[in-house]
Nanobody, 123 residues
């Protein structure tokens, strides 16, 4: 049974940091690129960050470059999103997802999805 379980969400003030984690099970983790997406209230889900199977390549949305950092631990089947200098517009539900290919920005490339974790940034 495939599972992606996100954790680490919560409430933080503008300028603060949060660290999201995603624990994967039920599939060959090293065969999948991993990504983080987010959906703000009333908006479509959007790409945030992605990482290749080995972790050697990363992708970021322009809006988070230099502030968010994605990493993975293939020994623990986990992927992490470190979010720094948070802004109110980062308020959203954050989803972890697994891509059958390398990490991409396209949602259609991602086969497995977690249930999401809420991040709220107050001004």
């Amino acid at each position: 049974q495939v599972q992606l379980v996100e954790s680490g969400g919560g409430s933080v003030q503008t300028g603060g940091s949060l660290r999201l984690s995603c624990a994967a099970s039920g599939f060959t983790f090293t065969a999948y690129g991993m990504g983080w997406f987010r959906q703000a209230p009333g908006k479509e889900r959007e790409f945030v960050a992605g990482i290749s199977r080995s972790g050697g390549s990363t992708l970021y949305a322009d809006s988070v470059k230099g502030r968010f950092f994605i990493s993975r631990d293939n020994t623990k089947n986990t992927v992490t999103l470190q979010m720094n200098s948070l802004k109110p517009e980062a308020t959203a539900v954050y989803y972890c997802a697994a891509s059958r290919w390398t990490a991409t920005t396209r949602q259609s490339d991602y086969k497995y999805w977690g249930q999401g974790t809420q991040v709220t940034v107050s001004s």
